[in-house]
Nanobody, 114 residues
Framework: QVHLVESGGGLAQPGGSLRLSCAASGFTFSSYAMSWARQAPGKGLEWVSTIHYDASDTLYSDSVKGRFTIARNDAQNTINLNMNSLKPDDTALYYC???????WGQGTQVTVSS
Protein backbone atom coordinates (compact mmCIF):
# COMPACT_ATOMS: atom_id res chain seq x y z
CA GLN A 1 0.00 0.00 0.00
CA VAL A 2 1.35 3.39 -1.00
CA HIS A 3 1.96 5.66 1.95
CA LEU A 4 3.31 9.23 2.20
CA VAL A 5 4.13 10.95 5.48
CA GLU A 6 5.17 14.59 5.67
CA SER A 7 7.11 16.20 8.50
CA GLY A 8 9.07 19.32 9.31
CA GLY A 9 6.42 22.00 9.32
CA GLY A 10 6.15 24.63 11.99
CA LEU A 11 6.31 28.32 12.70
CA ALA A 12 8.87 30.53 11.00
CA GLN A 13 9.44 34.26 10.89
CA PRO A 14 9.32 36.15 7.59
CA GLY A 15 12.67 35.72 5.91
CA GLY A 16 13.30 32.50 7.78
CA SER A 17 13.72 28.92 6.62
CA LEU A 18 12.11 25.54 7.08
CA ARG A 19 12.80 22.09 5.68
CA LEU A 20 9.97 19.70 4.91
CA SER A 21 10.41 15.97 4.42
CA CYS A 22 8.19 13.29 2.93
CA ALA A 23 8.78 9.63 3.67
CA ALA A 24 7.39 7.26 1.04
CA SER A 25 6.66 3.54 1.16
CA GLY A 26 4.77 0.85 -0.72
CA PHE A 27 6.11 1.49 -4.22
CA THR A 28 9.36 1.67 -6.19
CA PHE A 29 10.21 5.17 -5.12
CA SER A 30 13.14 5.67 -7.51
CA SER A 31 10.87 5.13 -10.54
CA TYR A 32 8.45 7.98 -9.89
CA ALA A 33 8.38 11.75 -9.99
CA MET A 34 7.28 13.32 -6.73
CA SER A 35 5.68 16.65 -5.98
CA TRP A 36 4.79 19.13 -3.27
CA ALA A 37 1.54 21.09 -3.22
CA ARG A 38 0.01 23.42 -0.66
CA GLN A 39 -3.32 24.77 0.44
CA ALA A 40 -3.53 28.13 2.15
CA PRO A 41 -6.44 28.94 4.47
CA GLY A 42 -9.59 29.59 2.43
CA LYS A 43 -7.84 28.89 -0.89
CA GLY A 44 -7.58 26.04 -3.34
CA LEU A 45 -4.79 23.55 -3.76
CA GLU A 46 -1.65 25.02 -5.36
CA TRP A 47 1.11 23.01 -7.01
CA VAL A 48 4.54 24.00 -5.59
CA SER A 49 7.28 21.80 -7.03
CA THR A 50 8.06 18.53 -8.81
CA ILE A 51 11.21 16.46 -9.07
CA HIS A 52 11.62 13.93 -11.85
CA TYR A 53 12.16 10.26 -11.02
CA ASP A 54 15.89 10.53 -11.66
CA ALA A 55 16.24 14.10 -10.35
CA SER A 56 17.24 15.19 -13.86
CA ASP A 57 14.75 18.04 -13.69
CA THR A 58 13.06 20.07 -11.02
CA LEU A 59 10.09 22.37 -11.52
CA TYR A 60 8.78 25.19 -9.39
CA SER A 61 5.78 27.45 -9.34
CA ASP A 62 6.54 31.10 -9.96
CA SER A 63 5.54 31.92 -6.41
CA VAL A 64 8.38 29.87 -4.90
CA LYS A 65 11.02 29.83 -7.65
CA GLY A 66 14.38 30.96 -6.36
CA ARG A 67 13.38 30.45 -2.72
CA PHE A 68 12.44 26.76 -2.48
CA THR A 69 14.53 23.74 -3.47
CA ILE A 70 13.25 20.21 -3.92
CA ALA A 71 15.51 17.18 -3.58
CA ARG A 72 15.19 13.43 -3.31
CA ASN A 73 17.08 10.66 -1.55
CA ASP A 74 16.29 7.35 -3.21
CA ALA A 75 18.30 5.41 -0.63
CA GLN A 76 15.95 6.66 2.09
CA ASN A 77 12.78 6.96 -0.04
CA THR A 78 12.37 10.59 0.90
CA ILE A 79 11.91 13.94 -0.74
CA ASN A 80 12.69 17.24 0.90
CA LEU A 81 11.59 20.80 0.33
CA ASN A 82 14.04 23.42 1.56
CA MET A 83 12.18 26.68 1.98
CA ASN A 84 14.12 29.92 2.33
CA SER A 85 13.15 33.59 2.44
CA LEU A 86 9.74 32.59 3.72
CA LYS A 87 6.84 34.99 3.36
CA PRO A 88 3.51 35.16 5.17
CA ASP A 89 1.90 34.08 1.87
CA ASP A 90 3.73 30.76 2.21
CA THR A 91 1.50 29.90 5.16
CA ALA A 92 -0.33 26.72 4.16
CA LEU A 93 -0.78 23.03 4.69
CA TYR A 94 1.91 21.37 2.59
CA TYR A 95 1.29 18.01 0.96
CA CYS A 96 3.53 15.43 -0.63
CA UNK A 97 2.03 13.91 -3.78
CA UNK A 98 2.54 10.86 -5.98
CA UNK A 99 0.68 11.10 -9.29
CA UNK A 100 0.38 7.42 -10.18
CA UNK A 101 -1.44 6.11 -8.26
CA UNK A 102 -2.87 9.40 -7.05
CA UNK A 103 -1.71 9.52 -3.43
CA TRP A 104 -1.46 12.34 -0.90
CA GLY A 105 0.09 12.53 2.50
CA GLN A 106 -1.74 13.94 5.51
CA GLY A 107 0.02 17.30 5.20
CA THR A 108 2.28 19.36 7.43
CA GLN A 109 1.42 22.89 8.53
CA VAL A 110 3.73 25.79 7.74
CA THR A 111 3.00 29.13 9.35
CA VAL A 112 5.05 32.22 8.55
CA SER A 113 4.41 35.03 10.97
CA SER A 114 6.26 37.53 13.12
Amino acid sequence: QVHLVESGGGLAQPGGSLRLSCAASGFTFSSYAMSWARQAPGKGLEWVSTIHYDASDTLYSDSVKGRFTIARNDAQNTINLNMNSLKPDDTALYYCHLAFPDTWGQGTQVTVSS
